[in-house]
T-cell receptor, first 112, second 116 residues
Framework: EPEVTQTPSHQVTQMGQEVILRCVPI?????FYWYRQILGQKVEFLVS????????KSEIFDDQFSVERPDGSNFTLKIRSTKLEDSAMYFC??????????FGNGTRLTVT | AQTVTQSQPEMSVQEAETVTLSCTYD???????LFWYKQPPSRQMILVIR??????QNATENRFSVNFQKAAKSFSLKISDSQLGDAAMYFC?????????????FGDGTTLTVKP
């Protein structure tokens, strides 16, 4: 069964540094998403991406964040000038036009 | 804005018994999806079951079934014959029906403990 893959599984970075989280969505899916889950809390929507542009974003997704689909397969989340509170699990997901999001296994980001 | 409420932060069940996890939601839409996801300690997000709001029949997947009450905006998950591997955090989620259907709103989660 096709799946969403995310790399790396764990990323440790120093406060103030930039990180790029990578995702390969399911190939025939049209919509791509990033979600965040701070340890012990709920999963929160960050951004959705369709037709090479952001279709919707949450209040969390401020200027510190950006997304890109640099080629036909990868979908990336860039976090600039990381803060301690950015430490979380970041999930990539993809979906067809209708239907549930299929989640990757997540990238655990630790900011020290 | 849509909201999803899971009123049970923690639940426990004896192995082989049945447990029901509660979820309520608020929306002004008539068509939408509802999902239950399982998150084990590995923190993967595993889709357990889905329900389309236009379908009156409750969804079933093996030992997992839902009680979908559209008028009451209630969507509970029943786990029958509970197994040790069912122990996890369970999240209820709402998604719009049309475009951007993967943009989900999640509840706070219910931690399920299965006792041997």
């Amino acid at each position: 069964e096709p799946e969403v893959t995310q790399t790396p599984s764990h990323q440790v970075t120093q406060m103030g540094q930039e990180v790029i989280l990578r995702c390969v969505p399911i190939s025939n899916h049209l919509y791509f998403y990033w979600y965040r889950q701070i340890l012990g809390q709920k999963v929160e929507f960050l951004v959705s991406f369709y037709n090479n542009e952001i279709s919707e974003k949450s209040e969390i997704f401020d200027d510190q964040f950006s997304v890109e689909r640099p080629d036909g397969s990868n979908f990336t989340l860039k976090i600039r000038s990381t803060k301690l509170e950015d430490s979380a699990m970041y999930f990539c997901a993809s979906s067809e036009q209708t239907g549930p999001p299929h989640f990757g296994n997540g990238t655990r980001l630790t900011v020290t | 804005a849509q909201t999803v409420t899971q009123s049970q932060p923690e639940m426990s069940v004896q192995e082989a018994e049945t447990v029901t996890l509660s979820c309520t939601y608020d929306t002004s839409e008539s068509d939408y999806y509802l999902f239950w996801y399982k998150q084990p300690p590995s923190r993967q997000m595993i889709l357990v079951i889905r329900q389309e709001a236009y379908k009156q029949q409750n969804a079933t997947e093996n030992r997992f079934s839902v009680n979908f009450q559209k008028a009451a905006k209630s969507f509970s998950l029943k786990i029958s014959d509970s197994q040790l591997g069912d122990a996890a955090m369970y999240f209820c989620a709402y998604s719009p029906f049309n475009t951007n259907a993967g943009k989900s709103t999640f509840g706070d989660g219910t931690t399920l403990t299965v006792k041997p």
